[in-house]
T-cell receptor, first 116, second 109 residues
């Protein structure tokens, strides 16, 4: 596709349920970021994938959060046993990392998660 | 002290005014990004620069590496420029992006 695609665009779930969010980065982009943005707040880093390197998971807020990426393609962010404080927009961004520079960032439209 | 500071936090101006948003940082960087987020909208990259100046339409971004400072300028501002403008720097030691808190810009007709 032409841009970063995220699904679902909206997800309403009950507290305690698991959710899975998907990100399709731009083809050829080796770097992929997940961010969380709560209402009226800035971006909160969650996890970073770069090529075949071990992902940087330092931003994941708890062990209920996990993410995977298959090679340099699709990534999924999984939140287990969701809590109300998990309600936010989850944003994915990709870029063509080369020569030690991240490159222009391309963001998806986000997945809005509401935990009741 | 935050490693990336943006100013002002909020800016309201009249249509047509020249707008300047500032970004100062305290770490060594390999690149600096300016991005835009409209209310309820996605985030769009405006510029990525590591030196000098870039221009795109009515937007101009400059960076002074020695001063560790960047500015985003909007000429002939328009209500559709109303958005949050975010500065992010990329550490020169690794991939990490450090984000500013954003500047909320409102342009009144």
């Amino acid at each position: 596709g032409a841009g970063v695609s995220q699904s679902p665009s909206n997800k309403v779930t009950e507290k305690g349920k698991d959710v899975e969010l998907r990100c399709d980065p731009i083809s050829g982009h080796t770097a992929l970021y997940w961010y969380r943005q709560r209402l009226g707040q800035g971006l909160e880093f969650l996890i970073y994938f770069q090529g075949n390197s071990a992902p940087d998971k330092s931003g994941l807020p708890s062990d209920r959060f996990s993410a995977e990426r298959t090679g340099e393609s699709v990534s999924t962010l999984t939140i287990q046993r969701t809590q109300q404080e998990d309600s936010a927009v989850y944003l994915c961004a990709s870029s063509h990392y080369r020569a030690g520079i991240t490159g222009e960032l391309f963001f998806g439209e986000g997945s809005r998660l509401t935990v009741l | 002290k935050n490693e990336v500071e943006q100013s002002p936090q909020n800016l309201t101006a009249q249509e047509g005014e020249f707008i300047t948003i500032n970004c100062s940082y305290s770490v060594g960087i390999s690149a600096l990004h300016w991005l835009q987020q409209h209310p309820g909208g996605g985030i769009v990259s405006l510029f990525m620069l590591s030196s000098g100046k870039k221009k795109h339409g009515r937007l101009i971004a400059t960076i002074n590496i020695q001063e560790k400072h960047s500015s985003l300028h909007i000429t002939a501002s328009h209500p559709r420029d109303s958005a949050v403008y975010i500065c992010a720097v990329e550490r020169d030691s690794n991939y990490q992006l450090i984000w500013g808190a954003g500047t909320k810009l409102i342009i009144k007709p």
